[in-house]
């Protein structure tokens, strides 16, 4: 090749290094700099004598700056609006993004005050966050141009990615590529795109991305944002708990998530019904994001059988309770 250097499609950035930044570009007193976790993002943790921060800094091929941008202007207005969301910190010239011109592309950082967590929040509060925050998009008519919730990112995308990785048989593909387009025809037809019922979504807020501090709930990561249906957002809460424990459904922390949310704004029954079908797009979805980070930073030996078959298996879970319309 003519180029030094081999090319590459993620690097690991070097803590020290960026230590050194963040001590120019924040001015604190930083201590320590350490790689904290690696997916969609990775995200350093950086010590000062009291207090910690995190830098959250993207892969080069996600999202562009005027992506970034925009979640800050979210985050920020919520704040604005009584909503616990994480801190961004500003840097010296008063920005909040800095550019990292890495080996495999332009890379941006935000760092971010510590979430504390006492683990003292209610499901009741969660689901009553879940609405405030759909409620306070609403009031300021939040405008995002980040890709909307929709059936190409729930269906069209993660099946294409399915396909590529060639390790689910014909006959599991062609079940999922018809029961998902059943599934979101039907949804369709029943929910209205329009406010409150369609809207500004935070598209993660599964118990990992909320934290609370005396039963104060702090919501962050917002890398999942987008204009779609509430149900689905309502619906990742209950996939993820589901996921660890199926019951999670039929308990009264589903239920008085539930009742936390309908307390702000009642959902309609439409919504309720649309719940089940919606938490099988986001495990379709879920897989689609598993082979995707697999690409850039995993290797593909955990895309086997097993993989694709406890996976399918989440899936017709969630496909048969909205089949059997399911109440929850």
Known sequence: MDSIFFPIQSSILSPDALLSEIKLNYGLKLLQCRLWSSGLNDVYLLQETTRRYFLRTSHAVRFSKKDYEEELNVMLQLRARGINT??????LDETYIWE????EGKRYAVLFEEVKNDKTVSTYNLGKLAAEIHKA???VNLIISRQHISYELLISLPLKSIIEA???????TQFIVESSTQIWNDLISHIPTTAPYYGYCHG???SGNVYSTDGIPQIFDFDCMGIGYRAYD????LWDETTINEEFINSDEWKNYLKGYNEVRILSQAEIIAIPAFAALRQLWFIGLIIGATKINNSWDGLNDNFFKEQLKRYTFWYNKWKN???I
């Not at 990292?100 to 080996?103: G, K, L, Y």
Request: charged share 20%.
């Open 137 to 139: 998009s609403d009031d």
């Open 100 to 103: 990292i011109n890495a080996p």
């Open 166 to 172: 060639g390790s689910m048989n014909e006959m599991d």
């Open 86 to 91: 994480c801190i961004p910190v500003k840097q």
């Open 234 to 237: 309502l619906c990742v809460y």
């Open 204 to 206: 993660d807020m599964h």
């Open 325 to 327: 319309n399911t109440v």
